[in-house]
């Protein structure tokens, strides 16, 4: 898995990285109201989750997971 954390603790539901990702890998939890990683295995490691963070509650592997789809 690409990201290496996402602290809840720290996470203020704002949705930033479920609005940033590319690859659709969050999901906001209706519980919390908190984003939860729902598809891991479709990240590829492209940084914007982290980078756009207000709260850098996310850090994600300085490997990629996957290669990056080209684009259309």
């Given at each position: 898995?690409?990201?290496?954390v996402l602290?809840?603790?720290?996470?203020?539901?704002?949705?930033?990285?479920?609005?940033?990702c590319?690859?659709?890998?969050?999901?906001?939890?209706?519980?919390?109201?908190k984003?939860?990683?729902?598809?891991?295995e479709?990240?590829?490691?492209?940084?914007?989750?982290?980078?756009?963070?207000p709260?850098?509650?996310?850090?994600?592997?300085?490997g990629?997971?996957?290669e990056?789809?080209?684009?259309?």
């Amino acid at each position: 898995m690409a990201i290496d954390v996402l602290d809840q603790e720290i996470c203020n539901g704002c949705g930033t990285c479920f609005a940033c990702c590319p690859q659709d890998v969050f999901r906001m939890d209706e519980k919390t109201g908190k984003a939860v990683i729902k598809y891991p295995e479709d990240c590829v490691a492209c940084w914007a989750c982290e980078f756009f963070c207000p709260v850098n509650c996310i850090e994600v592997s300085r490997g990629r997971a996957k290669e990056l789809p080209l684009p259309y």
